[in-house]
């Protein structure tokens, strides 16, 4: 996506954030952004049209599919949510499957509640669709990667705390450093001890899962072959937050103990409700290690992702005592 392109849907994004979540109206958005309220409603029409805004209708009558109960029994968790992609706009998936996910984060918020959530390159393309939130607080839970295209997600953030009601608490951050005394020094630092503190009472955890394979999770592109191998040999399937999971959910020890900032399980096992998402079918072993691990309420994941989750289930591999 170019530079044009990407203003032209942050326009789209913002004209759509003042008509279907400001309430303003198009006579009045017209006004504001000097064109005329003809041209604003053929571009809400083509923020539709591009996904840019998806609209989604929660019928209390209608149960959930049977795929969704059949995909939350198999990995032992209460619920999942499988989002349908658009198969012709392969480049704007990622964005397309985050924007499913802050939306369902957002039907999960009720005002008070503190709300965690990590920093994932999917939540970063999307982060500028976030839907309005109640009054609540919003902590980052892990460090960044600095990736090429990057850094929405600490500026939405920032944007965020504007909006009435809202109080968040970025995590100014790298997700891994070098040395563990590094990582000691950052965590005392008055704003990072702050937002992992308020970790520690999570109402609702947001967080990705990534696989420990090439492509598949930013920790990887970041460290070097060696610590790829160590972290391979002791047996990382997932990566959550920074932690290593086996398959069958265990925390595994690796050259990078002690080097991230982040939360960790104890954390997303005291929050009342965590709701993990992933996409792409090669995350399939890392989505069932994190739903072993116990630590997950719910998962996100697209329509591929979980038809490699069904069918593995179906062959007995997916299954959680």
């Known amino acids: 996506m170019d530079d044009a392109d990407l203003q032209h849907r942050a326009l789209l994004a913002e004209l759509a954030t003042a008509y279907h979540l400001d309430n303003v109206s198009k006579v009045d958005i017209a006004k504001a952004f000097g064109i005329s309220r003809f041209r604003v409603a053929r571009l809400l029409d083509q923020a539709r049209e591009t996904g840019v805004v998806t609209i989604e209708v929660h019928d209390p009558r209608l149960p959930r599919s049977t795929r969704e109960q059949a995909l939350a029994e198999a990995l032992g968790i209460d619920t999942a949510h499988i989002v349908v992609l ?3 706009a392969a480049d704007l998936r990622a ?3 985050g924007a499913a996910v802050l939306t369902a984060m957002r039907d999960l918020a009720r005002p ?7 920093w994932s390159r999917t939540l970063d393309r999307a982060a500028r669709f976030l839907p309005a939130l109640p009054p609540c607080s919003l902590v980052q839970l892990t460090g960044a990667y600095e990736v090429a295209g990057h850094g929405t997600l600490s500026r939405m953030l920032m944007q965020l705390d504007r909006r009435a009601g809202v109080e968040t608490h970025p995590l100014y951050a790298p997700l891994v450093v070098d040395r563990r005394d590094t990582a000691k020094d950052v965590r ?8 992992l503190a308020r970790a520690e009472s999570l109402d609702l955890a947001v967080v990705a899962v990534g696989a420990w394979r090439e492509g598949e999770s930013a920790v990887w592109e970041k460290v070097s072959p060696d610590v790829r191998r160590a972290c391979t040999q002791a047996g990382a399937v997932a990566e959550i937050a920074g932690t290593f999971l086996d398959a069958r959910g265990a925390v595994v020890s690796t050259p990078l103990d002690g080097r991230v900032i982040a939360v960790g399980l104890p954390q997303l096992h005291a929050a009342h409700h965590v709701m993990g ?3 792409g079918p090669k995350r399939a072993a890392a989505v069932r ?11 996100v994941v697209d329509s591929a992702l979980a038809a490699a989750l069904l069918a593995e289930a179906g062959r007995g591999g997916a299954r959680r005592t």
């Open 86 to 88: 658009d198969e012709d």
């Open 289 to 299: 290690a994190a739903a072993a691990s116990g630590a997950f309420t719910s998962m």
């Open 95 to 97: 964005e397309q499957f």
């Open 277 to 279: 998402f992933a996409h």
């Open 112 to 118: 008070g509640m503190t709300i965690g959530i990590s």
């Open 188 to 195: 005392r630092q008055p704003v990072v001890a702050d937002a």
